[in-house]
Nanobody, 122 residues
Framework: QVQVVESGGGLVQPGGSLRLSCVVS????????MGWYRQAPGKQRELVAI???????TYVDSVKDRFTISRDNAKNAMFLQMNSLKGDDTAVYYC????????????????WGQGTQVTVSS
């Protein structure tokens, strides 16, 4: 059974940094597009960063130039380096290690983990 574990969240002051990790077991994700999502209280889950199997990256405008997504296929892992954090970045962050292109955008097709809480507050 595929297991997904996110880690690295925490409480950070505005302007600070965090590095999130996502590790997948019992699956080879090297050929998959993968992405980080986040869900703030009372809001829908949104896709904020994507990395394709060839290493191409895409970001939602609100995190562009602040967040960096990367992957390590040898470790079945994905990372999200978050810099210059703002209060609006407060959310539970989830990874999905199997994104499917459905013509109009990316759709999560893989398993979900429990997520990791990121709180940006002074």
């Amino acid at each position: 059974q595929v297991q997904v574990v996110e880690s690295g969240g925490g409480l950070v002051q505005p302007g600070g940094s965090l590095r999130l990790s996502c590790v997948v077991s019992s699956a080879d994700v090297s050929r998959n597009a993968m992405g980080w999502y986040r869900q703030a209280p009372g809001k829908q889950r949104e896709l904020v960063a994507i990395v394709t199997s060839t290493g191409l990256t895409t970001y939602v405008d609100s995190v562009k130039d602040r967040f960096t997504i990367s992957r390590d296929n040898a470790k079945n892992a994905m990372f999200l380096q978050m810099n210059s954090l703002k209060g609006d970045d407060t959310a539970v962050y989830y990874c999905n290690t199997n994104l499917a292109w459905i013509g109009s955008g990316w759709s999560p097709a893989g398993s979900w983990g429990q997520g990791t809480q990121v709180t940006v507050s002074s």
